[in-house]
């Protein structure tokens, strides 16, 4: 658990994959729910964080894939929180999967056969639009960023200027897009990416990686200003 901002808590749900926690008005809001044995992890985290289970008011997907969604199911029975996600994502939840048009490559088609790659079917409560700011008083600016996903989103934290980047960039291994073959349409990345408000932004929190701050943002508007 690491606090990058005021109210902004990263929580490491595996070795590689990371959640947060934000604190609001309402409760706390949790970005991604990660795999269902990193469930333990975030109840932890919340009960360190000073707050109950029930205390979770919703739970924000920044896209639909395995490693961010597979723990939905146990933190909504514990929590009793609302699911939210973009709505050109919804329908993948469900579904217990990634279908095969979500991906763009032959290797992530057969990793979404394996068990591994399901989830238990659920459905969100609400879906998101771009420039949405999600309800429950934690601050957070939803911006739409297709191509790993089509309803990939990241969340501007607006009391702080942290930006959650999701699996919009990957933090590990040096900043960068990802395997194409694990976006539904790598070709979108860079001009979803370019949507982030990179003026506003003070810290930057990965789905995979270890957050950038201070004088570690230049590398991130290094790569934007590459890429985008």
Do not use: Y
């Not at 029930?54 to 514990?78: F, K, S, Y």
């Not at 929190?205 to 508007?221: I, K, M, N, S, V």
């Amino acid at each position: 658990m690491q606090s990058i901002a005021p109210g902004v808590t990263q929580v490491a749900t595996s070795t590689t994959s990371n959640t947060f926690l934000i604190e609001g008005d309402a409760g706390l809001i949790l970005v991604d729910a990660g795999m269902a044995k990193g469930v333990p992890a975030l109840l932890s985290a919340i009960a360190e964080l000073g707050h109950r289970p029930a205390d979770l008011a919703a739970v924000v997907l920044t896209h639909a894939h395995p490693d961010h969604v597979q723990g939905v199911p146990q933190v909504r029975e514990r929590t009793g929180a609302r699911v939210l996600v973009h709505q050109a994502d919804a329908a993948w939840l469900p579904a217990g999967r990634v279908p095969a048009e979500g991906r763009s490559g032959f290797t992530a088609r057969c990793f979404d056969r394996l068990p591994v790659a399901h989830w238990t079917p659920f459905e969100a409560d609400a879906t998101l639009e771009d420039g949405e700011l999600v309800e429950g008083g934690g601050g957070l600016r939803v911006i739409h960023t297709p191509g790993h996903s089509p309803g990939h989103i990241a969340l501007l934290h607006e009391p702080t200027g942290t930006l959650l980047a999701g699996d919009a960039v990957f933090g590990n291994g040096g900043l960068g897009f990802g395997p194409d073959s694990f976006a539904a349409d790598p070709e979108r990345r860079p001009a979803g990416v370019k949507r982030i408000p990179m003026a506003e932004v003070k810290a930057v929190g990965f789905g995979h990686g270890a957050p950038l701050t201070g004088a570690q943002l230049a590398e991130f508007r290094e790569f934007l200003a590459r890429v985008a």
